[in-house]
């Protein structure tokens, strides 16, 4: 399993297809932290949501990038659990080196404040953290939409970028401040709303926003599954 992996990254970064995500990812953050300082966890937290669609779509190309005929053969080689398993393991390991990226961004730039302790503002260590957190969060979210867009899921490009979209449409719309449903989608918003209100959040908070996220992935995955043992 390691070895397909492997080689689906190694395959993925030769052709090239990583550059267009990746170029978008960083003109993003020079945007986001070319604009002046902010502090850590408030720049941390929407740094992951602008993050999250970029995720989904590098994992989406991943995962399309190895030919039909290919990803059977693997399927009957090493069986179709661990098939799959190989593919969301190479998109996480992709997703977690653009969340190092994101994570070190901010610092060229001096994009982080020093904390005001009259505001009551989490100091830079603590904002750290809480930005890291969030930043894997979002990796977690944005792999499973990008595995739901995938073409071993839609069979056709059109309905995968259409899943693709709308899903990063919803997860900001809906993750607005009230919204009708905003468990429908993972709380990359509410995560940024958190860290950027400026005390730090309560240990209670992140933790409710944390299982939020592992349920809904949980759910996404099992869906991702189900479709791909039907659609084999």
């Not at 990812?25 to 602008?50: D, F, K």
């Not at 503002?121 to 890291?132: Q, R």
């Not at 900001?172 to 958190?194: C, D, K, N, Q, Y």
């Amino acid at each position: 399993m390691i070895a397909l992996a492997r080689m689906r990254l190694t395959g993925f970064l030769r052709g090239g297809r990583a550059l267009a995500p990746l170029i978008t990812l960083l003109a993003i953050l020079s945007v986001l932290y070319g604009g002046g300082a902010a502090p850590a966890a408030s720049a941390y937290g929407y740094s992951a949501v602008c993050l999250f669609p970029i995720l989904a779509w590098l994992t989406k190309l991943l995962l399309d990038t190895e030919p039909d005929t290919q990803r059977r053969l693997a399927r009957l080689a090493v069986g179709p659990v661990r098939e799959a398993t190989a593919g969301l393991l190479a998109a996480l390991v992709l997703a977690a080196v653009a969340c190092l990226l994101a994570m070190l961004a901010p610092w060229p730039f001096r994009a982080i404040s020093m904390p005001n302790p009259v505001s009551g503002e989490p100091t830079i260590v603590t904002g750290v953290l809480l930005g890291l957190l969030a930043h894997l969060l979002s990796v977690l979210a944005a792999v499973a939409l990008g595995a739901l867009a995938g073409r071993a899921v839609t069979r056709r490009v059109l309905p995968g970028v259409a899943v693709l979209v709308t899903g990063s449409i919803l997860a900001i719309v809906l993750g607005l401040r009230g919204s009708i449903a905003p468990w429908l989608v993972p709380p990359v918003m509410a995560t940024a709303r958190e860290l950027g209100a400026g005390p730090a959040p309560a240990v209670g908070t992140m933790t409710l926003i944390t299982l939020w996220t592992v349920l809904w992935c949980t759910a996404m995955v099992g869906i991702y599954a189900r479709l791909r043992r039907s659609r084999a």
